[in-house]
């Protein structure tokens, strides 16, 4: 492995082996029981391979969810972005189990980018930057099949107006030595970066506030995130709405045995817009691992892009038993990537024009 | 005096005997010395009383500001008020003088309503409230003579758009030290008042940003609020924009020998609202201090009311030497504040609709 210090996780930076189970614990969230996997796929029929396998394997009131659901209720879903960069495959877990979810039950998505948090913490990213992913990113989020009459992006700058009086009564809600304690914030942090999670949590109450009735909320992303939740769950009751709900997921590796893809690491990334070649490459040089359970092109497959389990457990075998080498398996790697790539980069260019108009 | 303890001098609370002296050396301000008075005099013709009396006494840059303004650029004035209820004779004090300068340099005013900051420290003030108290203030504003055509109201919750990305590029540059610092923010301080001093900072900068040229900015206000432009100043080179120039004035007396004329304590206060009656009653049962240095009668005519130096140093000796009693001194300044109040009432009646489009 790339780094083997102590494992860190946190919403900015993730490093060393993460042990997941551990960190469920840490954070005291949840496990998705083989119980709660049976009324989910009660409503939905299937289950997703993210669910089957484990990919998301964590939540806080999801059966609260279900539960309302059940009852012939709504629930909306959120997630989000920094627009600082491309969109890498790592981007894609949450995204693609979170379209999954708008599928099967028909919720409406919140989608925002923090494009104000890009800016707090670097100092490449400008308004202009910052707008130019913005629309790639958003072009990335759509080609993967969201319906866009059932998802509203949020940009922090620009809807500010709606999501600040929200934020003025969660920060209201909230003491500093909190925000310090749950984020680590030291002394020279900057006040920005203490104020911005109240504009991350805003949106877990806006179908509420919109509605003026109780709207739940549910929230898929990697467990890294998970702080930003714990605070908004904690002043939820102060607002007078529902605790939004979350589901965890495990984090794609990086092609160097980094514990999560990372846009700040380039080098572990294969982002949607590499050339075949280059995607090529990077598989070729990448770290093994010795073993499917912590190589990232087993990974790769596993937690993203092989849905057939039978074919998953198969290449497993083949690589444990000899029956498959490692070059031959990047090679073949290679060539599934890129068919997803081609295909996603096809639909990129055939609904840009669209997302822009949505970005309007 | 009603209190007698350690003063105290925020921008959210002022009481004890205030020593202005000592507060400019305190916050590290400069005196309005008589050169600066005579450099004035050659721009303005004629000195407003409240320079004259030394009721604007302190200042930052206002030399700056003269010399800009004498090689032909303009500024920009800025000042505002948090909207959670009436206007009182105390608020007229900075906005009187504001508008003199506005009259003499012919700049443009930015006026700020810190609805946002009212929300945060009050439970009694919602989005509703706040927005009742926007309009019936700016009404008061504008009553007192402002040319609307360079007066320009920034609502911070309406006008956020605008201000939230200058408010982080601020904040990006402001410690949460240096915040708990200046303020004396504690661990149970709420987020958002830690946050909310670079929504306050932001107009300073708003004409430089929108020219994108430095334009210089003078706010005139109570040196209770100096904190905010301490800070303010401290980020300005950070962001490539003039630092603020104050001028800082003396705070009206409360009836009952308050250091200042409070809302939050309203028996202290005649509102611009008040009727007749009720203003003769709360002067009748004033305190008086027993000097006219320490009498608020007194002080409200030599600060704010009677204009003419003559008919103010005559007051001062006929009330030293016996030659008027403290119930004739009253029913003369009841007669005095209603006459004014009147007037007032009748231009706010007057303008009420002109005030109401300029903040669509």
Redesign the interface.
């Known amino acids: 492995m790339a780094n083997k210090g102590a494992p860190v996780v946190t919403p900015w930076e993730v490093k060393g082996e993460i042990d997941y189970d551990r960190l469920m614990e840490r954070f005291g969230t949840e496990p998705i029981t083989p119980e709660l996997l049976e009324r989910i796929k009660r409503h939905t029929g299937r289950l997703h391979h993210m669910l089957r396998r484990g990919v998301f394997y964590s939540h806080r009131d999801l059966d609260a969810i279900l539960d309302h659901y059940k009852g012939g209720g709504r629930f909306v879903l959120y997630t989000g972005r920094g627009p600082s960069g491309p969109v890498h495959l790592g981007h894609l877990v949450p995204w693609t189990f979170t379209r999954h979810l708008q599928e099967v039950f028909g919720s409406k998505l919140f989608f925002q980018f923090t494009d ?1 948090e890009r ?2 913490i670097r100092d490449d990213v400008d ?1 202009e930057a910052a707008g130019h992913w913005v629309l790639e990113n958003a072009v990335d989020l759509m080609a993967l099949g969201f319906d866009p009459e059932k998802t509203e992006f949020i940009v922090n ?2 809807h ?2 709606e999501l ?2 929200l934020a ?2 969660i ?7 909190t ?2 304690a749950a984020f680590g ?8 970066m ?2 911005f999670p ?1 504009m991350q949590a805003a949106p877990c109450f806006l179908a509420s506030e919109r509605t003026g009735e109780p709207v739940p909320c549910l929230v898929p992303a990697g467990i890294d995130q998970d702080t930003y939740w714990r605070i908004t769950r904690d002043v939820a009751r102060k607002l007078g709405y529902p605790k939004p709900a979350q589901v965890h997921g495990r984090m794609l590796p990086g092609l160097t045995g980094d514990a999560k893809m990372s846009s700040s690491r380039p080098l572990t990334a294969i982002y949607t817009t590499d050339v075949p070649e280059l995607v090529e490459r990077k598989i070729a040089g990448a770290d093994t691992g010795n073993h499917p359970a912590r190589c990232p092109m087993y990974q790769y497959r596993y937690l993203l892009l092989t849905e057939d389990d039978e074919k998953a457990r198969e290449l497993y075998v083949d690589c444990l038993e000899g029956g498959i080498d490692c070059r031959e398996c990047k090679a073949r790697l290679a060539e599934t990537v890129n068919r997803f790539l081609g295909r996603h980069r096809r639909r990129r260019r055939l609904i840009r024009g669209g997302v822009e108009k949505m970005l309007e």
């Open positions: 104000d800016m707090l308004e700058t620009r500010v107006s600040y009086p003025l009564r920060a209201k809600g909230i003491t500093c030595s925000m310090r914030f030291s002394d020279d942090s900057n006040l920005g203490m104020f109240t």
